[in-house]
């Protein structure tokens, strides 16, 4: 991966964070995207003393359309963009009936609409280069189905699929488009979700630092476009893809139970 001008969203906290801290190290320039102006300051500072490398900050809620008509028009005028990091997200826990509505339209914004847009958005100028990359922040929960999060596993069955076609389609052009798939990852995500993560076992977990890592170096050799960070997982996805569907909902409602 040559160095340029990379843009993160969700660049406050979690992996979108260490996206932005790993980057820096390789010597990019940083466009950090995410709601938190003062988070987003804080990062800003310490990477650019650390790394001496330019972070401009754009606070934004990616939620809100008016927003990302900011991010995109910022896109357009950006000089260099060699990397897009698609991963501002986030999760809830519970039935849909029992949603707050607003809720679960902000899920479906933040990662169908708000990713498809910047990607768009970021996509003329990459191929005009012949050079680039795009990182979409999926989940290993795209490979699957499950009650409590139906359009948290649909948003990101999106992204996955959406990021296999894309790659299919700018094949020959030196743009690579990756969907990353990380399991359970320490992070603030699950707090937000108001879940501790207590009833599933440590080994099932990955820190951020592993998963940026799996995708950068899956980069680097521009390997496969579905990139699954660790042996575990990969082992999980591998059986995931030959089991009956009707068997995974089994599965689900199961763990869903015990919540």
């Keep these: 991966m040559a160095a340029g001008t990379a843009l993160v969203t969700g660049a406050s906290a979690g992996i979108g964070r260490e996206f932005c801290r ?50 995109v028009a910022r896109i357009r005028g950006l000089d260099g963009l060699t990397l897009l990091v698609n991963n501002a997200g986030f999760g809830t826990l519970g039935s849909l009936a029992a949603a707050p509505p607003e809720q679960q339209e902000a899920m479906i914004r933040l990662h169908v609409l708000t990713p498809m847009r910047l990607t768009q958005a970021a996509l003329p100028g990459l191929l005009e280069r012949r050079r680039g990359d795009v990182v979409n922040v999926s989940s290993v929960a795209s490979f699957i189905y499950s009650p409590g999060n139906v359009n948290y596993c649909a948003t ?43 009833l599933r076992p440590r080994f099932a977990w990955l820190s951020a630092r592993q998963v940026v890592r799996a995708s950068l170096e899956q980069l680097d050799r521009r390997g496969a476009v579905v990139c699954v960070p660790g042996v575990s997982y990969k082992l999980l996805v591998a059986l995931i893809r030959h089991l009956p569907r009707p068997l995974i909902g089994r599965v689900t409602a199961l763990g869903y139970r015990r919540l």
Aim: with cysteine.
């Design 22 to 71: 790993q980057l820096a190290g390789r010597g990019y320039d940083l466009l950090v995207v995410a709601r938190d102006a003062e988070r987003l300051q804080a990062l800003a500072g310490e990477l650019g003393s650390e790394h001496r490398v330019n972070v401009e900050v754009l606070p934004a809620d990616l939620t809100r359309d008016e927003e990302v008509d900011r991010v």
């Design 156 to 198: 990101k069955a999106y992204l996955t699929t959406f990021s296999e076609g894309l790659a299919t389609e700018l094949r020959g052009t030196g743009v690579q488009v990756q969907a990353l798939c990380p399991g359970f990852t320490r992070s603030e995500f699950h707090e937000r979700m108001g879940e501790d993560g207590g």
